[in-house]
């Protein structure tokens, strides 16, 4: 009787482990052998082999924290970064591990999620943002050829201005989760000293994890004047 109550122990304890695992599956068209899965700070958590352009990655389910999928080859150490700062192989994907089972295809260098809505929101508001530059710039190039300097000042202000305004709507929505981390990473160069330090420190455990949020607070409260 022992046994039997030692091995149901058991078998419940491995099935309470596996109810917190995130299995990532994916398919590529990329013509790499190999992905990595690494955490905010660059750690590796995971390697898989890449079969007809299929994958599997598994983590440790975190609706809190991001993680990034790398395509390429790993330099040595367990930090899959070069020395620059620069990822391996092509720019990475990332998602947040909030489900058990998570898809992603990428179509055009972007990636697609199914299962997880906060990877896709994630990528929907990284989209906004850089489509956002992208249009202010094409915009204040023109005025600046046509030497309207003061338009195109203007454009910037209002540019920076509307992504203060929805990268503040999306951080207060996000404060405990990786896209909160975007939001504040956007507004880093937008808002000034007392508004990033009170953002800051209403970050749950992905803004503290994050080095560059981190370094930047530190910066403020210890050395700007």
């Keep these: 009787m022992k046994r039997i109550l030692l091995s149901l122990m058991t078998l419940a304890a491995l099935c309470a ?3 917190n695992v995130c299995t990532i599956s994916g398919t590529l068209t990329d013509p790499v052998d190999t992905v990595y899965l690494v ?16 994958f599997t990655l598994k983590c440790e389910m975190d609706p809190e924290t991001g993680v990034s999928i790398l395509r390429g080859e790993l330099p040595s150490g367990e930090v899959c970064y070069t020395e620059s700062g620069e990822s391996m192989g092509y720019e990475p994907i990332p998602l947040i591990p909030d489900a058990k089972k998570i898809e ?3 179509a055009d260098g972007i990636p697609t999620f199914i299962g997880s809505s906060l990877s896709q929101e994630n990528v929907d508001f990284q989209l906004w943002a850089m489509n956002t530059f ?12 046509a030497g309207d300097t003061i338009g195109a000042e203007k454009a910037q202000g209002e540019m920076f201005e509307q992504l ?3 990268s503040r709507e999306v951080y207060q929505e996000h404060k405990n989760d ?3 981390v975007q939001a504040l990473t956007l507004l880093i160069s937008i ?9 800051y420190e209403q970050g749950g455990k992905a803004v503290k994890a994050d ?3 981190s370094d930047h607070y530190e910066y403020l409260k210890n050395y700007s004047e």
Excluded: H, P
């Design 17 to 19: 482990c596996n109810d």
């Design 39 to 54: 955490d905010m700070s660059g750690k590796k958590l995971d390697v898989a082999a890449v079969k007809d352009g299929a």
């Design 104 to 106: 992603v295809s990428i």
């Design 134 to 145: 992208l249009e202010s710039a094409n915009k204040e190039i023109e005025m600046m050829e």
């Design 164 to 166: 203060a305004a929805r």
């Design 178 to 180: 990786a896209i909160g």
């Design 191 to 199: 808002v000034d000293k007392d508004e990033f330090i009170t953002l």
């Design 211 to 213: 080095a560059e949020l």
